[in-house]
């Protein structure tokens, strides 16, 4: 079974810059989540989709991030314009039905990005 | 803000010897999650523990539950170097409610 892949794995920009990030979950996989990694912290939840609708992003800063699931399988997660704090490790995530609680989470590998 | 905060923030180990660590957090779960994420990659699930439970096993590892002191603990047995690796706890109160990641421990397991 192929996991989550994600691109691109690094990403350097300069702030005021626009960046996406693309991830194509585990086949099948109804939820799919975006999270934000900081250096030295946990990952922290931006959105959640259950197929192509928005469950949960209570904590994704509207005015710059926006992210899309298009027919319910891939994602792109977009930040436009980026400021330095955005510098993070992004990483999707997978899972197969609704219930968080009850369900493994699949984590690809994460795309590093660097605003400077 | 997070909901877990394991406990210690970093853990240095020789290989063969046990590790072990504590994950707190503030509201009542549904379940509680334990990850592993080797430097630079995703994170891997290792178990998962519902309210009800109060132990689990799963090769090496061994976590406990006790929710009338809102903690839980990781011990990952007879370690070796490939354990080295940030652990972190997740923890949900069910439904549709996020997973809430704390800020992990650094475990080096030195050969």
């Known amino acids: 079974e192929a996991g989550v892949a994600q691109s691109p794995r690094y990403k350097i920009i300069e702030k005021r810059q626009s960046v996406a990030f693309w991830c194509n979950p585990i086949s099948g996989h109804a939820t799919l989540y975006w999270y934000q990694q900081i250096l030295g912290q946990g990952p922290k939840l931006l959105i959640q989709?259950?197929?192509?609708?928005?469950?949960?992003d209570s904590q994704l800063p509207k005015d710059r991030f926006s992210a899309e699931r298009l027919k319910g399988v891939d994602s792109t997660l977009k930040i436009q314009p980026a400021k330095l704090e955005d510098s993070a490790v992004y990483l999707c995530?997978?899972?197969?039905?609704?219930?968080?609680?009850?369900?493994?989470?699949?984590f690809g590998p994460g795309t590093r990005l660097l605003v400077l | 803000s997070q909901q877990g905060e394991e406990d210690p923030q970093a853990l240095s180990i020789q290989e063969g010897e046990n590790a072990t660590m504590n994950c707190s957090y503030k509201?009542?779960?549904?379940?509680l999650q334990w990850y592993r994420q080797n430097s630079g990659r995703g994170l891997v699930h290792l178990i998962l523990?519902?309210?009800?439970?109060r132990e689990k096993h799963s090769g090496r590892l061994r976590v406990t539950l006790d929710t009338s002191k809102k903690s839980s603990s990781l011990l990952i047995t007879a370690s070796r170097a490939a354990d080295t690796a940030s652990y972190f706890c997740a923890t949900d109160a069910g439904g549709n409610t996020p997973l809430v990641f704390g800020k992990g421990t650094r475990l080096s397991v030195i050969a």
């Open positions: 509201t009542s779960i549904n379940n």
């Open positions: 989709f259950q197929n192509n609708g928005v469950v949960d």
């Open positions: 523990i519902r309210s009800n439970e």
């Open positions: 995530a997978s899972s197969p039905g609704r219930d968080t609680g009850r369900k493994t989470q699949y």
